[in-house]
Structure formats: C-alpha cells, structure tokens
C-alpha cells in the first residue's frame, strides 16, 4: 500500500494536517473563547472604575471644596491671608479667648494650581468651649486640616480654674496668584 515514498510522504502530510485540526478544535478554539471572554470582563472593569471615579461621592465634595477655594483666585496672597484669618476667627467664635492667629509661609501643592496655607492657631478655652470650636471647624465649607493639636491647663491642678492653653496648625488650600497681563 505505501510502497512509493510520495504515497509514505502524502500520509505523513495528512496525519499532522489531520494532528493540527484536530489542536485547533480541542485547544486552540477554546482558548480563543476564553481570551475573548476575559477581556470583556476586563473591559467592564475599566468602564466601572472610570465611572467610579468620574461620580464618587467623595470626588463630587472635593470638587465643590475646590469650587470655593477657586473664588479667592482674583485677590493677592496678603488679602486672602487676612480674609481667612478672619474666617478662621468667625469659626473659632467670640467666647474663646484667641491669643494669636498667624499665617505660616504658604508652600506649593505639587503641580496642582494651589498652595497650602497654615495657621499657627493658640487660643484659651474651656474643654466645652474647644469641642465647639473644634466641631466648627470640622463643619467649615472651607477645605480645613488640622494637623497639631496641643491642650494643657493653664493653672495645672488648680480646681477653680480650669482654662485650657490651646495651640493648633489649621491649613486650608489657596489657589496660586495668576499674573495679570
């Protein structure tokens, strides 16, 4: 029957022809589905991170914080020093003894347009007075950090008087001066 070498060398040719077919059905296809399947998911993995971030609650309060620091953008550095030096007043209210409320060399947001101001804050309160003052902060429409705290008593282990020494660093976010043509 294979008694030509053409005969031996079309057979061999048809079983890896038929070898291959027969690859492409048990793996090759399957594989393909399989790629196919896990790049759709990849894809609605990214549509759903994109919206995610486009939407987030999170974002939406940062952007309207932003939107508000944004409107100081018209006004020199020493202006909007004093305007939050004044806010930062309101906040802290009249029934607190301020002692001293003062602005720190602002310093950049990296690449961002904004700069971050701090506030060397000491006042003198009672522990009632600071929570109110400290929980009007925390409710300001300003973008406000605090990021030192400092409470001792004045008079330590006096029992009539119990005023506490308070000092703070308040920052918030300023948006650069743009130089006007």
Same mark, same amino acid.
């Given at each position: 029957?294979?008694?030509?070498?053409?005969?031996?060398?079309?057979?061999?040719?048809?079983?890896? !022809?038929?070898?291959?077919?027969?690859?492409?059905?048990?793996?090759?296809?399957?594989?393909?589905?399989?790629?196919?399947?896990?790049?759709?998911?990849?894809?609605?993995?990214?549509?759903?991170?994109?919206?995610?971030?486009?939407?987030?609650?999170?974002?939406?309060?940062?952007?309207?914080?932003?939107?508000?620091?944004?409107?100081?953008?018209?006004?020199?550095?020493?202006?909007?020093?004093?305007?939050?030096?004044?806010?930062?007043?309101?906040?802290?209210?009249?029934?607190?003894?301020?002692?001293?409320?003062?602005?720190?060399?602002?310093?950049?947001?990296?690449?961002?347009?904004?700069?971050?101001?701090?506030?060397?804050?000491?006042?003198?309160?009672? !522990?009632?007075?600071?929570?109110?003052? !400290?929980?009007?902060?925390?409710?300001?429409?300003?973008?406000?950090?605090?990021?030192?705290?400092?409470?001792?008593?004045?008079?330590?282990?006096?029992?009539?008087?119990?005023?506490?020494?308070?000092?703070?660093?308040?920052?918030?976010?300023i948006a650069r001066e743009i130089p006007t043509p």
């Amino acid at each position: 029957m294979l008694e030509r070498p053409t005969e031996r060398v079309m057979l061999i040719l048809a079983a890896v !022809l038929a070898g291959l077919l027969l690859a492409d059905r048990l793996v090759h296809a399957p594989l393909r589905a399989y790629v196919g399947r896990m790049d759709s998911q990849a894809a609605d993995i990214r549509q759903s991170l994109a919206e995610l971030d486009q939407t987030g609650p999170q974002q939406q309060a940062i952007q309207q914080q932003l939107t508000a620091v944004d409107r100081l953008v018209a006004v020199s550095l020493t202006e909007r020093q004093n305007e939050f030096r004044r806010y930062l007043g309101e906040r802290i209210g009249p029934e607190v003894a301020v002692e001293s409320v003062r602005p720190l060399e602002p310093r950049p947001l990296g690449e961002t347009p904004y700069r971050v101001l701090t506030y060397h804050v000491k006042l003198r309160a009672t !522990l009632a007075q600071l929570r109110d003052v !400290l929980a009007r902060l925390d409710a300001a429409r300003q973008p406000l950090q605090m990021s030192y705290l400092s409470v001792e008593p004045v008079e330590p282990g006096s029992p009539t008087n119990r005023t506490l020494k308070v000092e703070m660093y308040v920052l918030t976010l300023i948006a650069r001066e743009i130089p006007t043509p």
